[in-house]
Protein backbone atom coordinates (compact mmCIF):
# COMPACT_ATOMS: atom_id res chain seq x y z
CA UNK A 1 0.00 0.00 0.00
CA UNK A 2 1.19 3.28 -1.03
CA UNK A 3 -0.33 6.29 0.68
CA UNK A 4 0.62 10.29 -1.85
CA UNK A 5 0.53 13.60 -0.42
CA UNK A 6 1.04 16.57 -3.07
CA UNK A 7 2.01 19.95 -2.25
CA UNK A 8 3.24 22.71 -3.64
CA UNK A 9 0.52 24.17 -5.96
CA UNK A 10 -0.64 28.13 -6.17
CA UNK A 11 -1.35 30.58 -8.02
CA UNK A 12 1.88 31.98 -10.20
CA UNK A 13 2.14 34.65 -12.78
CA UNK A 14 2.46 33.05 -16.51
CA UNK A 15 5.71 33.13 -17.04
CA UNK A 16 6.54 32.04 -13.40
CA UNK A 17 7.72 28.66 -12.07
CA UNK A 18 6.23 26.62 -9.28
CA UNK A 19 7.88 22.78 -7.71
CA UNK A 20 5.24 20.53 -6.55
CA UNK A 21 6.23 17.91 -4.10
CA UNK A 22 4.66 14.31 -3.47
CA UNK A 23 5.39 12.43 -0.12
CA UNK A 24 4.97 9.08 -0.54
CA UNK A 25 4.44 6.38 2.68
CA UNK A 26 5.13 2.49 2.58
CA UNK A 27 8.13 0.81 2.10
CA UNK A 28 7.45 0.35 -1.35
CA UNK A 29 8.18 3.44 -2.61
CA UNK A 30 11.40 2.57 -4.31
CA UNK A 31 10.10 -0.13 -6.54
CA UNK A 32 7.20 2.09 -7.80
CA UNK A 33 7.38 4.14 -10.88
CA UNK A 34 5.82 7.33 -10.27
CA UNK A 35 3.21 9.84 -12.29
CA UNK A 36 2.39 13.01 -12.10
CA UNK A 37 -1.29 13.88 -14.47
CA UNK A 38 -3.32 16.88 -14.29
CA UNK A 39 -7.01 17.62 -14.75
CA UNK A 40 -8.49 20.98 -15.60
CA UNK A 41 -12.19 22.35 -15.54
CA UNK A 42 -14.50 20.12 -17.55
CA UNK A 43 -11.44 18.03 -19.14
CA UNK A 44 -10.39 14.33 -18.73
CA UNK A 45 -7.49 13.46 -16.74
CA UNK A 46 -4.06 13.66 -18.74
CA UNK A 47 -0.62 12.50 -17.98
CA UNK A 48 1.96 14.92 -17.63
CA UNK A 49 5.39 13.14 -16.75
CA UNK A 50 6.25 9.85 -14.94
CA UNK A 51 9.22 8.63 -13.86
CA UNK A 52 10.76 4.67 -13.79
CA UNK A 53 11.66 3.38 -10.05
CA UNK A 54 15.28 3.93 -10.14
CA UNK A 55 14.81 7.13 -11.79
CA UNK A 56 16.75 6.53 -15.04
CA UNK A 57 13.90 6.47 -17.26
CA UNK A 58 11.32 9.59 -17.74
CA UNK A 59 8.64 10.55 -19.97
CA UNK A 60 6.57 13.65 -20.45
CA UNK A 61 3.48 14.86 -22.04
CA UNK A 62 4.12 16.94 -25.35
CA UNK A 63 2.23 19.36 -23.56
CA UNK A 64 5.35 20.62 -20.97
CA UNK A 65 8.06 18.62 -22.84
CA UNK A 66 11.36 21.19 -22.66
CA UNK A 67 9.26 23.25 -19.46
CA UNK A 68 9.20 20.66 -16.97
CA UNK A 69 11.44 17.99 -15.39
CA UNK A 70 10.26 15.08 -12.98
CA UNK A 71 12.85 13.74 -10.28
CA UNK A 72 12.67 11.21 -7.60
CA UNK A 73 14.16 10.79 -3.81
CA UNK A 74 14.00 7.58 -3.13
CA UNK A 75 15.66 7.96 0.24
CA UNK A 76 12.90 10.61 1.15
CA UNK A 77 10.09 8.83 -0.28
CA UNK A 78 9.39 11.99 -2.33
CA UNK A 79 9.11 12.63 -6.25
CA UNK A 80 9.22 16.38 -7.37
CA UNK A 81 7.71 18.00 -10.69
CA UNK A 82 9.87 21.13 -11.61
CA UNK A 83 7.36 23.46 -13.88
CA UNK A 84 8.62 26.53 -15.83
CA UNK A 85 7.83 28.73 -18.38
CA UNK A 86 4.36 28.16 -16.67
CA UNK A 87 0.91 29.21 -19.28
CA UNK A 88 -2.61 29.81 -18.54
CA UNK A 89 -3.48 26.56 -19.94
CA UNK A 90 -1.23 24.17 -16.98
CA UNK A 91 -3.77 25.68 -14.69
CA UNK A 92 -5.18 22.54 -13.21
CA UNK A 93 -5.11 19.93 -10.49
CA UNK A 94 -2.55 18.23 -10.35
CA UNK A 95 -1.87 14.15 -9.30
CA UNK A 96 0.76 12.18 -8.38
CA UNK A 97 0.19 9.06 -9.02
CA UNK A 98 2.27 5.59 -8.40
CA UNK A 99 2.56 2.28 -10.03
CA UNK A 100 3.96 -1.26 -10.09
CA UNK A 101 6.88 -1.63 -13.09
CA UNK A 102 6.00 0.92 -15.87
CA UNK A 103 5.28 4.34 -16.24
CA UNK A 104 1.87 4.46 -18.86
CA UNK A 105 0.28 7.38 -20.14
CA UNK A 106 -2.78 6.22 -19.40
CA UNK A 107 -4.67 6.63 -16.00
CA UNK A 108 -3.68 3.18 -15.12
CA UNK A 109 -1.83 3.77 -12.08
CA UNK A 110 -2.42 2.00 -8.90
CA UNK A 111 -2.68 4.86 -6.24
CA UNK A 112 -3.41 8.02 -6.72
CA UNK A 113 -2.69 11.28 -3.98
CA UNK A 114 -5.73 13.55 -3.54
CA UNK A 115 -4.21 16.71 -5.99
CA UNK A 116 -2.98 19.90 -5.53
CA UNK A 117 -4.48 22.97 -7.77
CA UNK A 118 -2.25 25.00 -9.80
CA UNK A 119 -3.43 28.54 -11.18
CA UNK A 120 -1.87 30.37 -13.79
CA UNK A 121 -2.98 34.08 -14.07
CA UNK A 122 -2.35 35.74 -17.31
Known amino acids: QVQLVESGGGLVQAGGSLRLSCAASGRTFSRHAMGWFRQAPGKEREFVAG????????LYADSVKGRSTISRDNAKNTVYLQMDSLKPEDTAVYYCAARSFVVVTTPAWDYWGQGTQVTVSS
Open 51 to 58: ISWGGGSK
